[in-house]
């Protein structure tokens, strides 16, 4: 079962999903009950995701608002104001209130990316005949030819099974 996700403004399970598109960009806010009604989200009319997202990021807590970045000098206002950071720094010094977010938005604060299906069995492949080659090294090196025979063998089984490169 997957975990349910969390409300981007408090701990609790969110069960209101809102979607906003705006300059074909999508922006998405998962909140609990409280949070929804608390921001007036049941009312559609006047509704600014973008302004609920800026508030859930960067509510500031005392003494977290003075929070400048040292290379471009942008602050939580400036982020607020123009809804993007003003240099890869920012990413640093903001990132006591970003993280947050993005643990909420994505499955973690890293982007990962996606690798294909056959490059993945590909690598899986090549590192399993790799350390087969190494036991069969240390087999020879330590006269346990009958280990040495079985990783033969096996390097064999598995230089059978290895997909070849699309073209």
Do not use: W
């Amino acid at each position: 079962m997957a975990n349910p996700l969390k409300c981007d403004l408090c701990p609790k399970p969110a069960t209101v999903h809102l979607t906003q598109i705006v300059n074909n960009k999508v922006h998405k806010v998962d909140l609990c009950e409280e949070c929804a009604q608390a921001k007036g989200v049941t009312d559609p009319s006047g509704f600014s995701l973008a302004d609920l997202l800026l508030k859930a990021s960067l509510n500031p807590e005392p003494g977290v608002s003075s929070v400048q970045c040292e290379q471009c000098g942008f602050t939580q206002a400036d982020f607020k104001k123009h809804g993007r950071f003003g240099c890869p720094q920012c990413y640093e010094s903001f990132k006591v209130a970003v993280e947050p977010m993005l643990e909420n938005m994505h499955k973690g604060p890293m982007h990962r990316g996606k690798v294909p299906q056959r490059a993945l069995a590909r690598k899986s492949l090549h590192d399993r005949l790799t350390k087969l080659e190494l036991d069969l090294t240390d087999a020879i090196k330590a006269e346990r030819y009958e280990d040495a025979a079985r990783c033969r063998d096996e390097i064999t089984q598995v230089k059978q099974v290895e997909p070849k490169p699309a073209r």
